[in-house]
C-alpha cells in the first residue's frame, strides 16, 4: 500500500440546500478541498438505502442505491423536474438531514422525474446489467402493493408498476450522477472507498431472492441472528437481529452471492471497507428466541475460501479488513493472510498498556490508521470527556506533562498519525474542523438522533488545506 492519508466523511453530511448531502457541485467543491489539502482518499459509509432509523447499515437491499444523494440541481437542468418542484424541496435547516421530509417527499418527486425520463431502454440496460438492483426494485414494487409488510406476510404477487419504474430510474439516475462525481476525483488525484456492511436485514431482497443463502425456519424468518458476545462495552453483548448466512449452501456456487456484489462495489469505489471481518473467521450465532446475546456462540466461518472469491472479484480494490472488536489469534491470522490491511484506532489506544496495537507507536506499514470512526467520539470530544487518569495517560503519551497547559494537543495528535507507520491514516472531517461531540455521527446503541448531522460550505472551506498539505508532503504521504 503507498503511503498516503484520507479523509472519512458520508455523503449525507456535505452542504446542499435540498435536506441532505448529495452528488451536486458541492460534492466536487470538497473533492477539491481534500485535492488541495493533499489527500489521496475520501472514505464514505455505505450507499444502500438507509433503515426507518436512517442507519446506511441496514438495508432493504445490499444492491441498494440511497435516493437522498441524487442531486435535485441536475434533475432540475435535465429537465426531469419543475422549478416549483426544485424551490418547494429547499431545506429548512443546512445543519442536519431532514429525514422524516425526505421520506415523505423526495422519493415521490423522484417518481414525478421517472415519469418524465424518456430514455427507457437505459434504465432497462442498466438493470441487465444489475439483477440484484432489479430484484430490489421489484421488493420495493411489491412491498408497495402489500401495504409495506414484510415480505414473509406478502399476499399480494400483482406488483406496483409504477413504484417499479420510480426505483429503478433512482438506480440508474443514482449511478449516473456518483460516476460523474467519482470521475471526478480521481482526475483530481482522490480515490474513494466505500463500506461494505457484513451483514443483511431479513426484509430485504437479498433474503426474499435467495432464501436458500440464508438460514432461515419454516415461515422464512432467521433461525439464528447474529450478534456481538458480551464484553467490557455490553455486558449483555450486542443483538443485531441480522440473518445469519448458509455458508455451505454459498460455498456450492463458489461463493457467487458475493462476488456479484463485490463487483457491484468496484463499480462504484476505488476501494472498500468490509464491516465486522472477523465474522469470516468465526461469527457470532444467537437463537432468535433470545432477548438478549448472553446464550449465543461463535461458529467457524468461511475463512479464506471467501476471501479468495472477494479477491478475485475486487482484484483491482484497496480492500480494508475492519477488524476490531473481540479479537483472537484465529482472526489475526486470517487477517494476515489475506492480506488485507487491517484498522488502527487512536480512541481504543489507551484501554490497555503499551502493547496495545491501536498505540501509533505499534502500527504496521498494512494498516490503516484512524484517530476515531463513524461509531465514535470526534477527537474533541473524546479528549474532553476522558476521566483525569485517561486524560493524563493520553497527554503523557503525546508530550504533554502539563495538565494545564494541553491546547496544542489535538495538532500533535493528528501529526502523529500521519507520521506514523500505516500506510494509509484517515482523519474523520470533524476532526479536521476540531469540532467536539455534538458533531458526531453516530452512537452505537441508540436509536434516535444518529446520522444526521450536516456541515455547511463555510464550515468545510475554513479546513485548513495549507496545513494538511505540509504536514502530508512531510510526512511522505504525497
Not at 173 to 184: D, G, K, P
Amino acid at each position: 500500500m503507498t503511503r498516503s492519508s484520507g479523509v472519512l466523511m458520508h455523503v449525507s453530511t456535505l452542504p446542499g440546500n435540498y435536506s441532505c448531502g448529495a452528488f451536486g457541485q458541492e460534492a466536487k467543491k470538497w473533492i477539491d478541498i481534500i485535492s488541495e489539502a493533499g489527500f489521496t482518499y475520501w472514505q464514505v459509509l455505505p450507499f444502500c438505502l438507509p433503515d426507518d432509523c436512517n442507519s446506511p447499515y441496514k438495508s432493504y437491499s445490499a444492491f441498494s442505491l440511497n435516493p437522498y444523494f441524487i442531486d435535485l440541481d441536475t434533475l432540475f437542468s435535465k429537465g426531469l423536474i419543475t422549478k416549483e418542484e426544485l424551490d418547494s424541496s429547499v431545506q429548512t435547516t443546512p445543519y442536519v438531514c431532514e429525514f422524516a421530509r425526505l421520506w415523505e417527499e423526495r422519493i415521490a418527486l423522484l417518481g414525478k422525474a421517472a415519469d418524465r425520463f424518456e430514455e427507457k431502454e437505459k434504465i432497462r440496460d442498466f438493470l441487465k446489467k444489475h439483477p440484484h438492483t432489479q430484484k430490489f426494485c421489484e421488493f420495493m414494487a411489491l412491498k408497495a402493493s402489500n401495504g409495506n409488510k414484510e415480505w414473509q406476510l406478502w399476499q399480494n404477487t400483482e406488483p406496483d408498476a409504477r413504484v417499479f419504474e420510480a426505483w429503478a430510474f433512482i438506480q440508474y439516475e443514482f449511478c449516473v450522477q456518483w460516476l460523474e462525481i467519482r470521475a471526478y476525483a480521481n482526475k483530481k488525484g482522490v480515490k474513494i472507498i466505500g463500506d461494505m456492511p457484513i451483514y443483511v436485514s431479513t426484509d430485504s431482497s437479498d433474503v426474499w431472492a435467495d432464501k436458500k443463502l440464508f438460514d432461515l425456519d419454516e415461515q422464512n424468518y432467521p433461525a439464528c441472528v447474529a450478534g456481538v458476545a458480551p464484553d467490557y462495552f455490553a455486558k449483555d453483548g450486542q443483538l443485531w437481529g441480522n440473518p445469519l448466512y448458509n455458508w455451505d449452501e454459498m460455498k456450492k456456487d463458489g461463493y457467487k452471492w458475493w462476488k456479484e456484489r463485490m463487483a457491484f462495489t468496484s463499480e462504484l469505489f476505488d476501494g472498500v471497507r468490509i464491516d465486522h471481518f472477523r465474522g469470516f473467521e468465526s461469527y457470532y450465532s444467537v437463537k432468535a428466541t433470545e432477548k438478549t446475546a448472553k446464550n449465543g456462540k461463535w461458529i467457524k466461518g468461511p475463512g479464506m475460501d471467501l476471501i479468495k472469491a472477494l479477491k478475485a472479484a475486487g482484484k483491482d480494490m484497496l480492500i480494508i479488513a475492519e477488524d476490531l472488536g473481540d479479537i483472537t489469534k484465529e482472526v489475526r491470522e486470517l487477517v494476515d493472510e489475506s492480506g488485507f490491511p487491517g484498522m488502527r484506532v487512536l480512541q481504543f489506544a489507551f484501554l490497555s498498556d503499551a502493547s496495545n496495537p491501536h498505540l501509533p507507536h505499534n502500527y504496521d506499514k498494512n494498516s490503516v490508521a484512524y484517530t476515531g470512526t463513524h461509531d465514535n467520539n470526534t477527537l474533541l470530544g473524546f479528549v474532553w470527556e476522558l476521566d483525569a487518569p485517561g486524560k493524563k495517560k493520553l497527554l503523557n503519551y503525546f508530550g504533554y506533562t502539563d495538565v494545564d497547559n494541553w491546547n496544542g494537543c489535538y495538532d500533535t495528535i493528528l501529526r502523529n498519525m500521519l507520521m506514523s507507520h500505516s500506510g494509509l491514516a484517515v482523519f474523520p472531517v470533524q476532526d479536521l474542523l476540531l469540532y467536539g461531540s455534538d458533531t458526531r455521527l453516530n452512537k452505537p446503541g441508540v436509536a434516535e438522533g444518529n446520522w444526521a448531522i450536516r456541515f455547511t460550505e463555510e464550515q468545510l472551506s475554513s479546513i485548513n488545506r495549507r496545513k494538511f498539505r505540509v504536514w502530508n508532503e512531510l510526512y511522505g504521504r504525497i
